[in-house]
């Protein structure tokens, strides 16, 4: 049950595109195309903006999109906003009803 | 409108125990597996416990054998009743429904610390 790895942290200014990296294993991303992205503002609670790698929930801008590759999931967010600034998680099915997390990457938009 | 609200943090010495609740409403609790989720103070989410519709219970490794998970139908509620309980533990606490691709909806958490 190790968990996922994503960067600390990434930056970027208003208006440009960032990616967030999310890597795991053949026992978790690479098994099943379940992987979600959670947005957090601190002390608040965790929002799914990204399920079944690529598919938004209804409300959530189209400027956060998801793709995978092998056992490395992507978050990306384009358009940056000052609200977009925020901690990010995303998290894998890793079979008999568990679920891991990645990290958590710290997104600072300048 | 799917609503979690957790119940039951608090200050508790290492060795002692917690149970936690999670009142829910705005959806069907009986047929939902429901999760815990807990966050360490400036840490990752880490994933705790589950619970099925039918009541089929898992654990992380790391809680396994201290904690138990149980579900409370009548009352659409999730427990998590936390035993042996040492400083690793201190965290947010958060319960999740999930459906079948993940968790989908949190409640804002309950903060356990475990300090002497």
């Known amino acids: ?110 | 409108e799917v609503q979690l609200v957790e119940f039951g943090g608090g200050l508790v010495k290492p060795g002692g125990s917690l149970r936690l609740s999670c009142a829910t409403s705005g959806f069907t609790f009986s047929i939902s597996t429901m999760n815990w989720v807990r966050q360490a103070p400036g840490k990752g989410l880490e994933w705790v416990s589950a619970i099925t519709r039918s009541g089929d219970m898992y654990y992380a490794d790391s809680v396994k054998g201290r904690f138990t998970i149980s579900r409370d139908n009548a009352n659409n509620s999730v427990l998590l009743q936390m035993n042996r309980l040492s400083a690793e533990d201190t965290a947010v606490y958060y319960c999740a429904r999930s459906l079948s691709w993940g968790p989908d909806s949190w409640g804002q958490g309950t903060l356990v610390t475990v300090s002497s």
């Open chain 1, 1 to 110: 049950q190790s968990a996922l790895t994503q960067p600390a942290s990434v930056s970027g200014s208003p208006g440009q595109s960032i990616t967030i990296s999310c890597t795991g294993s053949d026992s978790d991303i690479g098994s099943f195309n379940l992987v979600s992205w959670y947005q957090q503002h601190p002390g608040k609670a965790p929002k799914v903006i990204i399920f079944e790698v690529r598919r938004r929930p209804s409300g959530v801008s189209n400027r956060f999109s998801g793709s995978m590759s092998g056992n490395t999931a992507s978050l990306t967010i384009s358009g940056l906003q000052p609200e977009d600034e925020a901690n990010y998680f995303c998290c894998s099915y890793a079979g008999t009803y568990m679920w891991v997390f990645g990290g958590g990457t710290t997104l600072t938009v300048l």
